[in-house]
C-alpha cells in the first residue's frame, strides 16, 4: 500500500477561490475497490472518452452534475474522516481531469487534512493536471483501455497516445500507478493488443499494481433509460480461463496481473 504523504508545510491552509465549482456525478462513502483501503469516492461529471463498455454513460460528455466547491466538497468527506484514516479520498469520474481546477484545489485540501489522494483517470487529458496538482496527488490508477492504438480507438473513440505520454511523466515525478485494463472479449482481449499493455508497463517504473478488470454489463441499464446504443448487448463475460489467460501474458513480461 503506497504510504500517504505528509502536507507540505509549504501548500498553503486558505480556502480555495469560490469561484472554483465542480460538477460532481455521485459520490460513495465507503468505496472499496478505488484505492488502498476504506476510501471517499467522489464521481466527477463529464468525459471525452465514448468507452463501449462505460458503466457511468451518464457521466460522459460535457461536465453537467451537482455544482459543488471544494470547500463544500471537503467539509463533506472530513465527516467520514475517522472511517478514511486508513484509506482517503479518491477523485474518479467521469474523467476528473476534464475539471482540473476543481480537482487541483480538493486535492490541495485533502492533503492539509492528511488525507491520501488517489486520482482515477483515463490519462487522456494527463496535460491538463499541472505540478501542483500531482504534488498533491500520492496515487493514480491509470485506466490503459488497449495498447494497440487501432483499438483503443475503437473502444474509447480517442488516442491512446496521451495516455502514454502522461504515464511517461507520472513515471519521471515517481508518482505510483496502479495500471488498469478492462478485458472484454471480442473487443479489448486479443493476445497482441494485451501483449503491448504488459510491454509499455515494463517500461516503467512506477506501476505498483496491474489489476485486469472482468467486462461487465452492470451500466447497461443507463443506456436503455437514456434510448442509447449498447454495443455489447451480446458480449460475453470473460470466463476464468479467459482472465488467466491475460494474466500469463503479463507474468511472461515479468509482471504480476491480478
Not at 474523467?95 to 483515463?122: G, N, Y
Amino acid at each position: 500500500m503506497p504510504s500517504p504523504k505528509q502536507a507540505s508545510p509549504s501548500l498553503s491552509t486558505t480556502a480555495p477561490p469560490s469561484d472554483v465549482v465542480g460538477q460532481v456525478h455521485s459520490i460513495e462513502t465507503m468505496g472499496t475497490v478505488d484505492g488502498p483501503g476504506l476510501r471517499y469516492v467522489l464521481f466527477l461529471a463529464g468525459c471525452p472518452l465514448r468507452c463501449q463498455y462505460c458503466h457511468n454513460s451518464d457521466a460522459q460528455g460535457v461536465p453537467r452534475g451537482t455544482p459543488t466547491t471544494p470547500t463544500e466538497a471537503i467539509a463533506d468527506i472530513i465527516r467520514y474522516k475517522t472511517f478514511i484514516k486508513n484509506g482517503g479520498l479518491t477523485i474518479s469520474g467521469g474523467e476528473p481531469l476534464l475539471q482540473p481546477d476543481f480537482v487541483r484545489a480538493l486535492l490541495k485540501l485533502a492533503k492539509q487534512q492528511e488525507l491520501h489522494t488517489t486520482l482515477d483517470t483515463s490519462g487522456f487529458l494527463g496535460a491538463a493536471a499541472d505540478d501542483e496538482l500531482l504534488d498533491n496527488t500520492d496515487l493514480v490508477l491509470l485506466d490503459i483501455k488497449s495498447g494497440d492504438p487501432a483499438t483503443y480507438k475503437r473502444t474509447t473513440g480517442v488516442n491512446l497516445e496521451p495516455t502514454l505520454i502522461f504515464a511517461r511523466r507520472l513515471d519521471k515525478k515517481n508518482i505510483p500507478i496502479w495500471l488498469r485494463f478492462v478485458l472484454v472479449p471480442g473487443l479489448t482481449d486479443a493476445p497482441a493488443n494485451i501483449e503491448k499493455i504488459a510491454e509499455f508497463a515494463t517500461t516503467l517504473s512506477n506501476v505498483e499494481r496491474i489489476q485486469i478488470l472482468p467486462f461487465h454489463k452492470m451500466g447497461e441499464h443507463k443506456y436503455e433509460a437514456a434510448d442509447k446504443e449498447y454495443k455489447l448487448a451480446n458480449t460475453p463475460t470473460p470466463t476464468a480461463d479467459e482472465v488467466q489467460a491475460a494474466r500469463e501474458i503479463f507474468k511472461r513480461h515479468g509482471l504480476t496481473a491480478e
